[in-house]
Structure formats: structure tokens, C-alpha cells
């Protein structure tokens, strides 16, 4: 791609009038139109030094380095589409706009508010017009080529909502010079207030909310302070005027506390006068009743008694429209809610490059504001991941981000992070001309929290002690009793979420509520001052004690996937949970909820983390006074430890274990401590005696128990004795015992388990074909479960299978994924054996071919691993080419 043009350049954006239309009359032909039109313009513009950023449909997005080109280029391409030959009702009439300013370039992509100006010049057009704003008049008045003209439209406020701009038009020798008034404020009645920022994004949700608007007559904007609805609601109102002749109507309601005073309110906006006895409210009826008029009423949650007024007016005119920005529903007949989500954020655990970073609305706020209090202010590689931080700190509310970017002044984006991370009091103040409930965002939080009662603000507080929501299930248990937050706790958490102080998060089975982090710091501030916070947070660790072992015995038969999903769900409450219990000192419940959690760290690849919360909890002081709970967190240690292949950790872990059983525990307990503390000198091949013996020990016991589960694993692990000492032929046979009761019992966990170690066998005894059927489908049973460490191994293996069968490109990018994983997950496993086995991956293959081989497997998503191990034709496209 050529290099943009940077400093003072020419914006220039174009799309076809009427394109739904075309599209209905055309049908099947309109692709051809389309690809017509595209090539038409391309041509033009790049004949005269168009840079093309952006096509989104029918619109097309060029910059020029000079204003002149600019005009040149549009000039030709309504000659090139006025002489195309369309197809019969297949006309095609662009309206082009064209201004001049500043941006900043972020990566291929410019931000600032010169890029939404010329857009909305664009938009102010008709077909076949060509717009062009004073500051690209002023630059190419006097030297316009013959032929080409401007001609002054006079001050028109755009749909920006911003100072009215002067426009030209830029008339061209030989096409048509009459049309339509401009597209512009002033078309419609209205008292639209000026904005002096530019609107950021958003698009989405102005196209779902005027839709909206076509059906439901009452629609509500609702969210939390500092989520945008004002804004949001104005943009709305400003892109749907040409539906309402008669005038759309701005009512802003944050001075007014009295619900009788709304009508007023309304009728004063309209410039409608009340006389003698007559009321305001009927004033009103009488002089919309035969009209198409829309009605924008904010901030109305301060005065939502006055709901009912709504329902009047409406049934008054059925002309009428009402758009209301509120943090609570009005709860009226006919009322449509649209909640507004934050602006779109980057997930920060897989960040794209930056300018990938920069098409995110939270994002693009933050560049766009920061470059408006500092003008040298550029976003870089180096900043990019802490400008995304900064946004999804502050939940990618747009008055937070804001707040935010006016600090660049002081900070860097590194530096503002680190204090974000620790208050979000860094954020300051905004500008003085803001309501004073919008100058800080606490402000902002502060004001719905005002209008609570004291059970939802003592439930709300209660709420706070949940990381990234939770379900029904555990708020209840946690935040209740009815009698402590004034009643049903559902109803209290039904009443939060309509004040806008909770999401309802609709893509769970079961109820779940989720606060944001900006509101849930004000809330945890709250329950501290409430002296109840160490009470409800041992709750909200018990809540969690008790899901994590109601999980436990599902994660190794067929629902294995569901239960490990719901306990994905709650990860950060269970991370919240063991953070507490350690900061509290309460070994006993650190101990018992990582003894109960362990295996979800284990197989959804958790394994570093879980490894380090088990050593900070089994060295609190008094972490020996439960022997119970701490011989679960030392299985649970050591079975990390294990599959991190720090085999040495793993058999001290498993030592105690066995020496503290021995003591304390029963027959079921030692059986299963002798076997655990069997593997990692099987493993390790340091005492492959010792490990058989361990569990020549262990079967007589589970059998004796009638435990099919224990003597399986203990079958298994004869097996695995069996594989490690190269004894191939008497591993098959207890290894094809253990996988018969593994099927007939239904442990789909054991059963990839055992079926893996049986694929290693066939390896081993150089049967190719046995060994790839085994591998298959303990990666499938793997799959089933989004079992990741298992997973992981299953790549490896299939490797091998690949190099075997003459494939050694595939082979290398299957070990190449596999390594990748075990890093990201801890999984240790499966490169201890590749290393004891001797393989580095990269056989049969030269140092070019090996290291582009193992570039596109590093590359590959797990699923496009998954699907790769299974299918060698499914490589990506992107990467066959290296």
C-alpha cells in the first residue's frame, strides 16, 4: 500500500442515494451495479491521487493529499457514472463530500473530528451532488480547472450536531446543477443543541435504535451514568428529522425534580403557551394531535413518576414519537427499552496490532480526545496496550474514557494504567460547562445511588463483592436475607438492573446479573463503610466452596463440559474467592475450595495459576492445624505439579500427602494417595520398581473397596509402569482392562486417558494406523470436554503420527501448535516426553523448511489446531503460502 499522506489532507466520502431502494428494484442484478459503480470510481479517483481507505457497502472512504485533487477526482466520477449505461431502473446518483482538516493517522486508519466532518458534509447531499465544506473553498477557489465552479448553499448545521458550516457546491460543465434542499438540521423544525465533540461509533446502535423507532412509539435509552445515552439519544433524533415534519423536540429534564413540572418542561421546549385554566398537559395534546413529531426527553429517571405523561401524549397523537434517555425503565404500556452497552472494546487478552486496536469505538474515543488536550499526543505500539487497558478498566464508558484521555496531560498511558489499576479516583474532573452529576464519574454513580432505598443500596453494596457478575443461584445465598435488603432479593437485583446499576446478561441458562467494575468500586466502597464487608465476603467464599464440589464429581463423565463451562463462568469469583480466603487467613476454605477446583485448572489450562495460589496457600501459618483440608490441597498441588512436568515438586507434594493419609485418612483416601504418589517416579522413570509396587498396593485395595473408579486408574497406571519401562506387550493388557471399565462407567476423563496411553503403545510397537485411531479419539473426547491440557498432548502426539506417514511440514506445525499451548496453559507434560524421547519437533525437515513450518503452527488458534490434528487439508488458507 502506497504511504498515506499525513498533516493537513482532503477527506472524501461518497455513497449511492437510495441504495435500498436500488437493491429492491434491481435484485439479483445489483451486485453487477455495485461492482459497476466501484469501478467507475476507483478509476476516477485514483487518476487523480486518490489513497482508497475504506469501502463499507455502497460508501467509499478516499483521502487526497491536496484539495484541488480532491475536487478533480469527484468532478470525474459523476462524468464517469453520468455517461455509464445503467441497466433499465438501475440509475445510479452518488452524493459526494469533500473537507479539509487534521487527523491523526493510527496505523492505516485516521481518527479526528475533520474525518466525521467530512462524512457528514457528505451525508447533507443528493445524488449527483458534489458538497464541499469552506475550509476546502478557501484552498481551491481561485484555481478550479475550467469547467468547475462553486457555488455558496450558505450555513447549514449537519447532523453532527455541531457550528454551522458554510457548504458549497461544486457545479461541473455538462452535469446537472438543480436539487433538493440539503439534508441538513434545518430541513425540520427542531432545538437540537450544539455539540463541540464529535460522535464516536455508535453506529450500530443508531441504526437498531431508528428501526426501533418505525415500530414502538415509546422508545427508552436506558444505562449507567457516563454510558453516552444523552448523546446517543440527540444522534438518534438528528438522523431520523426527515420523518418528522413537524419538528423534533429536545427536553432535557435534569433541572427539574418535581414530576408535575414535565409537561411544562415539554411544553416551554415546543414553544407552546398555556393559557387560563387550561393545563399544560392539555395544551399539549391540542397542539400535537394532528402531527409527526418526535419528542426527546433526558434525564428522565429523576422524574420517572411523571412516566404516566408519556403514555398521554402519545395516545393524544398518533403522529407523535417519544425517545427517552433515563437510567430506569418508565414501565409504561407500549414502552420499548434499549439498553446501551459500553463502547466496544479489544479483548485484552489477545490484542491486534494498532491499527486493528484503533477501529474499537472505546479506543478511538480515547485517541480522538487525548489529540483534542494534546495535539502531539500519538498512539503507538508501545502505548496501544495500555490505551486498551484504560478503556476496559473503565468498562469502555464513554464519560470514563474521556476523563481518562483529559489526563494525558499529565500521564502517559503506561503510567495512567498503573494508576487506574489502583483507584479510579486518577480520572479527575471533566470540563466545567458539564452538569456537576457528569464533571466525575463517581458523580455519575453517585446520582442512581441517591435515588435507591436502603435495602437495594445495602444490596447493591452486597452485589459488589461478585468479579464480572454472577448467577442467581449464588447472589441469592450471598446477598440476601428478603429481610436484610427490603425484600425478594430477585426483585432488589430486577430493580438494580433497571436502574441501570446492574446488566442482565441474557446469553446464560440460568439468571445472571454482571455490575460494572466502575460502578462495583463504588459499591465495594459502600459495603465497607457498612461494617459488613468480611461477613458477606466469607458468604460469597462459601457460596463458592459449595459450587466448586457440587461440580466435582461431573467433571469426568458426560456432562464434564457443561460443569466445566459453569465454572468458566465463575472463574473471577472463585480467583475472588481464594484472594479473600488467603488475605483472611482462612486456610481451612483456601484449602478446601483448591482442593475442590484444582482439575478445572488442570484441564481448561489454568495450570501456572492454579500452581502459584496453591503454594501461597499451603504455606499460611496455619495451614497444618486441618489435616483434612490440606490433604486435598496437596493432591491438588501435586497433580499440578505433575502436569507441569516438575516431576521432583510433584512427588514431595505427594509424599506428605500419602504420610499425612496414612494418619488421618481413610481406606478410599490412602488407596487413592498411594496411587498419586506412584506417578512421578513412573514419570520421571527414577523408580519404576517402587511406582508398581505402589500400585500392586492401591488394586487390592480398591477392589477390596469395590471402587471400579480406583481400580480402573490403578490398572491404568500399570499400564503406564508397563509403557515407561518399554515393556510395549504387557502394557496393552491392564491398559485394555482399564479402558473397558473407563466405557463402562461412563468416565470420559479416564477414557481419553487411558486410550492415549494405548495410542502410545501402538507407537510404540510401530502399528501407525492403531496409534492414529487412539489419538483421534482421545483428542475427540479431549475436544468434548474443551479439555486443554488434554488437548495439548493429543497435538503432539498426532505429530508424531504425521512425521511417521512421510509428513514431516505438518508434523513440525502439529508439534509447533502444541508447544505454543503448552506455554500459554503450563501443560509440561507433553514437551518432558517429546524431550525424553529425543524429538525436537522439526525432523526431516531443512532449517528454511523447519522454520516456516513451525511459524505457521505457532500461528494456528487451538480450534485451527483441533481441526488441523484431525483433517491435514484443514490449514488455514492464510498460511499455506507461509
Not at 453520468?82 to 446518483?93: F, K, L, N, S, Y
Not at 449537519?158 to 455538462?174: H, I
Not at 449507567?224 to 429534564?253: C, E, H, M, W
Not at 480466603?581 to 483448591?594: D, K, Y
Request: glycine share 8%; with cysteine.
Amino acid at each position: 500500500m502506497t504511504t498515506l499522506p499525513t498533516g493537513t489532507v482532503t477527506f472524501f466520502f461518497s455513497d449511492i442515494e437510495g441504495s435500498t431502494r436500488l437493491i429492491q428494484r434491481l435484485g439479483e442484478r445489483y451486485p453487477d451495479v455495485l461492482l459497476m459503480h466501484h469501478t467507475v470510481l476507483r478509476e476516477a479517483l485514483a487518476a487523480n491521487g486518490g489513497h482508497e481507505l475504506r469501502t463499507e457497502g455502497d460508501s467509499f472512504f478516499i483521502v487526497f493529499d491536496s484539495a484541488l485533487q480532491a475536487c478533480a477526482g469527484a468532478a470525474a466520477a459523476q462524468k464517469a457514472l453520468h455517461a455509464q449505461q445503467w441497466p433499465e431502473g438501475g440509475i445510479v446518483r452518488v452524493r459526494i463530500g469533500i473537507h479539509t482538516g487534521e487527523a491523526t493517522l493510527v496505523g492505516n486508519e485516521y481518527v479526528g473530528l475533520d474525518v466525521h466532518r467530512a462524512a457528514r458534509v457528505a451525508s447533507a447531499g443528493n445524488g449527483g451532488q458534489v458538497l464541499v465544506s469552506e475550509t476546502t473553498r478557501v484552498l481551491v477557489d481561485h484555481a478550479l480547472p475550467p469547467g468547475l465552479t462553486l457555488v455558496d448553499l450558505g450555513l447549514h448545521r449537519l447532523k453532527d450536531l455541531a457550528q454551522p458550516e458554510r457548504l458549497y457546491q461544486l457545479s461541473v460543465e455538462g452535469l446537472p446543477e438543480d436539487f433538493p434542499p440539503l439534508k441538513t438540521l434545518e430541513a425540520t423544525p427542531n432545538n437540537l443543541p450544539t455539540q463541540l465533540t464529535s460522535f464516536i461509533g455508535r453506529d450500530d446502535q443508531v441504526r437498531e435504535a431508528k428501526q426501533l423507532l418505525q415500530k414502538a412509539r415509546l422508545l427508552t435509552l436506558t444505562g449507567p451514568g457516563g454510558t453516552g445515552k444523552t448523546r446517543l439519544s440527540l444522534q438518534i433524533a438528528a438522523n431520523v428529522l426527515d420523518q418528522f415534519p413537524d419538528g423534533v423536540y429536545f427536553v432535557p429534564l435534569s433541572a427539574i425534580h418535581d414530576p408535575e413540572l414535565v409537561p411544562s418542561a415539554i411544553a416551554q421546549a415546543l414553544s407552546i403557551s398555556t393559557t387560563g385554566s387550561q393545563r399544560p398537559i392539555d395544551a399539549l395534546i391540542d397542539d400535537l394531535r394532528q402531527k409527526r413529531t418526535l419528542l426527546v426527553l433526558d434525564n428522565f429517571e429523576q422524574v420517572i413518576e411523571a412516566a404516566p405523561v408519556a403514555r398521554q401524549l402519545l395516545e393524544g397523537s398518533a403522529g407523535l414519537r417519544v425517545l427517552v434517555s433515563s437510567r430506569a425503565v418508565l414501565r409504561v404500556s407500549g414502552e420499548q427499552e434499549f439498553p446501551v452497552p459500553p463502547l466496544g472494546l479489544p479483548d485484552p487478552k489477545a490484542l491486534p496490532g494498532l491499527a486493528a486496536l484503533s477501529q474499537f469505538e472505546a479506543v478511538r474515543l480515547f485517541i480522538e480526545r487525548a489529540v483534542a488536550v494534546k495535539p502531539d499526543f500519538q498512539a503507538t505500539n508501545q502505548n496501544a496496550p495500555a490505551i486498551a487497558g484504560i478503556c476496559e478498566r473503565v468498562d469502555g464508558l464513554p464519560l470514563a474514557i474521556e476523563l481518562a484521555a483529559a489526563r494525558v496531560k499529565l500521564f502517559s498511558p503506561q503510567a495512567l494504567l498503573g494508576r487506574l489499576e489502583k483507584s479510579l479516583s486518577a480520572l479527575g474532573t471533566g470540563t466545567r460547562d458539564a452538569p456537576e452529576r457528569q464533571q466525575t464519574l463517581r458523580g455519575a454513580i453517585l446520582w442512581s445511588y441517591d435515588m435507591l432505598d436502603a435495602g437495594d443500596r445495602r444490596l447493591m453494596a452486597r452485589v459488589s463483592v461478585f468479579a464480572r457478575g454472577g448467577s442467581l443461584e449464588q447472589l441469592e445465598l450471598v446477598c440476601g436475607p428478603a429481610g436484610d435488603v427490603g425484600g425478594d432479593v430477585l426483585d432488589g437485583l430486577d430493580q438494580l438492573a433497571d436502574q441501570s446499576l446492574l446488566r442482565r446478561l441474557p446469553d446464560f441458562e440460568a439468571p445472571r446479573f454482571l455490575m460494572l467494575q466502575t460502578i462495583r468500586d463504588f459499591a465495594a466502597e459502600r459495603l465497607e463503610e457498612s461494617g459488613e464487608a468480611h461477613q458477606v465476603r466469607d458468604r460469597h467464599l462459601q457460596a463458592y466452596i459449595a459450587l466448586a464440589q457440587e461440580a466435582q464429581p461431573y467433571l469426568f463423565g458426560p456432562r464434564r463440559k457443561e460443569w466445566l463451562d459453569r465454572l468458566e463462568e465463575d472463574h473471577d469469583n472463585f480467583r475472588a474467592a481464594l484472594e479473600w480466603a488467603v488475605a483472611s487467613g482462612n486456610a481451612q476454605e483456601a484449602m478446601s475450595l483448591s482442593g475442590s477446583f484444582w482439575r478445572f485448572w488442570q484441564m481448561r489450562g489454568h495450570i501456572h495459576e492454579g500452581r502459584a495460589r496453591l503454594g501461597q496457600i499451603l504455606s499460611l501459618p496455619n495451614s497444618g492445624e486441618f489435616p483434612t483440608e490440606r490433604l486435598a490441597a496437596l493432591e491438588a498441588a501435586g497433580g499440578l505439579a505433575y502436569w507441569q512436568a516438575d516431576m521432583d515438586g510433584a512427588q514431595r507434594f505427594y509424599d506428605e500427602s500419602l504420610a499425612l493419609t496414612r494418619q488421618v485418612g481413610d481406606k478410599t483416601a490412602v488407596a487413592n494417595a498411594i496411587y498419586n504418589d506412584a506417578f512421578p517416579m513412573l514419570v520421571n522413570r527414577t523408580n519404576l520398581p517402587r511406582a508398581k509396587e505402589l500400585l500392586n498396593e492401591a488394586l487390592p485395595l480398591f477392589r477390596e473397596l469395590g471402587d471400579d473408579g480406583g481400580t480402573a486408574r490403578t490398572l491404568w497406571g500399570l499400564g503406564n509402569v508397563a509403557y515407561f519401562g518399554d515393556d510395549f506387550v504387557a502394557a496393552r493388557a491392564p491398559l485394555e482392562e482399564a479402558q473397558g471399565l473407563f466405557r463402562r462407567l461412563d468416565d470420559r476423563f479416564m477414557l481419553a486417558w487411558a486410550t492415549h496411553t494405548l495410542g502410545l503403545v501402538a507407537v510404540g510397537t510401530h502399528n501407525v494406523d492403531v496409534g492414529k485411531r487412539d489419538f483421534s479419539e482421545a483428542l475427540q473426547l479431549f475436544v468434548e470436554a474443551k479439555d486443554v491440557s488434554g488437548i495439548t498432548l493429543q497435538l503432539d502426539n498426532l505429530s508424531v503420527i504425521a512425521r511417521a506417514e512421510g509428513d514431516p511440514m505438518r508434523a513440525t506445525r502439529l508439534a509447533a501448535a502444541a508447544v505454543a499451548q503448552q506455554t500459554s496453559t503450563g501443560t509440561g507434560l507433553g514437551g518432558l516426553l517429546s524431550q525424553r524421547e529425543g524429538r525436537t519437533g522439526r525432523e526431516g525437515l531443512n532449517e528454511k523448511e523447519a522454520a516456516i513450518a513451525w511459524a505457521q503452527g505457532q500461528a494456528l488458534t487451538l480450534e485451527q489446531a483441533i481441526a488441523y490434528a484431525l483433517d491435514p487439508t484443514a490449514l488455514p488458507e492464510s498460511l499455506r503460502d507461509g
